[in-house]
């Protein structure tokens, strides 16, 4: 009986010392696990979604959720803590209420903007001057450009679209967007070249990350250059702008890693690919 009591206690005291070991590997593991919450552009989203991919498979402790919204939301969610990097198509200081100096800029890539118009009007190339016409409701037939006699109707993006800031401070020279049209609700690319294809007519504006071989739309020159990584690398094509990952003070442990993965020169494939521009590529600045 002693025998058996003895042995009951020994059984315990292994079972209680298993039961600590397996709760300090347990407690390690969740220390060790990291998670990255990323808001913003929908034009740097797929980038930023194919970067976290392949991080995520390099370092399989960290999890990265990419969401989009626009550049607005990507700054005020990481200005006020609710994200951990906002990604952004403007500089943060030009964007109302928010606290840019507590915000560190890291710029990842350069994205140009591209005129996308329904495939039935019938025009392929604008000046400059013709472009600011049709987006402030100067031009509203095709026909005054030489195209076909459809109605112009302009997608306008949200308020808070950093890729709408950087179409009107590059493309329009900061003249105000007609308010006739159409204006998306969210900032929504998808939505963008789904309004594009659907409505006679139609006439906006797109990251080139979007466009690759689309079929389904009509990609427009400006004064006679294409929209492309080469000219505007060397400065040819006028309406590209940063991508911006902003965090809350310097990034640090594995933000900072994942930020640095976006730049290294394994993803750098995969920014051309996607049609995004590395900053070591470009010959010109701002």
């Known amino acids: 009986m002693r025998k058996k009591c003895v042995n009951f206690k020994k059984l315990s005291i292994i079972c209680l010392i298993s039961f600590i070991i397996l709760s300090m590997v347990s407690g390690c593991k969740e220390d060790n696990q990291s998670s990255i919450l990323v808001i913003g552009s929908t034009a740097l989203q797929p980038l930023a979604e194919q970067a976290a991919k392949m991080f995520m498979y390099d370092n399989p402790n960290v999890s990265v959720q990419v969401q989009g919204g626009g550049s607005g939301n990507g700054l005020t969610s990481v200005s006020q803590g609710s994200a951990d990097i906002g990604n952004s198509d403007i500089f943060a200081e030009e964007k109302s209420g928010i606290d840019y100096k507590s915000l560190s800029d890291y710029r990842v890539a350069v994205t140009g903007f591209a005129v996308i118009s329904n495939k039935g009007v019938g025009v392929e190339d604008l000046t400059e001057s013709q472009l600011v016409d049709i987006f402030t409701g100067k031009i509203t037939n095709w026909k005054d450009v030489g195209g076909n006699d459809v109605p112009v109707v302009v997608i306008n993006r949200p308020s808070s679209s950093g890729t709408r800031a950087a179409f009107k401070k590059y493309g329009l020279k900061g003249a105000v967007e007609t308010s006739s049209g159409k204006t998306l609700t969210q900032d929504s690319s998808g939505a963008v ?78 920014i051309k690919k996607l049609g995004y521009i590395p900053i070591g590529d470009m010959k010109v600045s701002r």
């Open 193 to 270: 070249l789904l309004g594009i294809s659907e409505t006679p007519g139609a006439v906006s504006y797109i990251g080139l990350s979007y466009i690759n071989d689309n079929k389904s739309i009509n990609v427009i020159k400006i004064d006679d250059v294409s929209p492309n990584a080469e000219n505007i690398s060397n400065g040819k094509y006028k309406i590209w702008a940063y991508e911006h990952m902003y965090t809350r003070g310097t990034a640090k442990g594995a933000i900072k890693d994942y930020i640095d993965f976006v730049t290294s020169d394994k993803m750098k494939p995969y």
